[in-house]
């Protein structure tokens, strides 16, 4: 696991991947999951993160997913997938030594598939601090 600076005590983990993951979205909720829009396809990153901090935290008040391809715009991790299978949840409450797992979801171009990586990035620092993660 890595730590990520200014995230007050989270780490994470990158456990694997799945890259053409639109019938696994489209069958976990259907009929109400949309397809990706033209071009796009799902990609699913699979996750392990840990608090170390003080106390507890929910993490996406400490830490912004992203996904990065060889486009060099990055996607957002957001409900753009609708449901997603075994999805990280993100109004657990997490305290310090516990760990959650789960996926995160993105919709991204057909052309970045080979490319992606993974940006992991606190929600407020005053340094530019970034960390990638090989999802493949």
């Known amino acids: 696991m890595y730590s990520i600076p200014g995230s007050h005590g989270w780490r994470v983990r990158v456990d694997g991947s799945i890259a053409n993951a639109n019938r696994l979205i489209e069958a976990e909720n259907s009929p109400f999951n949309d397809p990706p829009p033209p ?4 990609f699913i990153i699979k996750v392990t993160i840990r608090y170390t ?6 993490w996406w008040q400490d830490l912004t997913f992203l996904a990065l391809g060889r486009s060099n715009v ?3 991790y957001s409900a753009d997938c609708g449901l997603t299978p075994n999805e990280l949840g993100d109004s657990k409450h997490v305290y310090s030594g516990g760990t959650q797992r789960g996926n995160i979801c993105f919709a991204v171009k057909k052309t970045d598939l080979s490319s992606l990586l993974l940006l992991v ?4 620092s005053i340094e530019d601090v970034e960390k ?4 493949r």
Do not use: H, M, T
């Not at 901090?53 to 929910?58: A, L, N, Q």
């Open 74 to 76: 990055a996607y957002d």
């Open 132 to 135: 990638f993660f090989r999802v």
């Open 39 to 42: 071009g796009l396809q799902y």
């Open 53 to 58: 901090g003080r106390g507890s935290s929910i």
């Open 121 to 124: 990035e606190p929600v407020f």
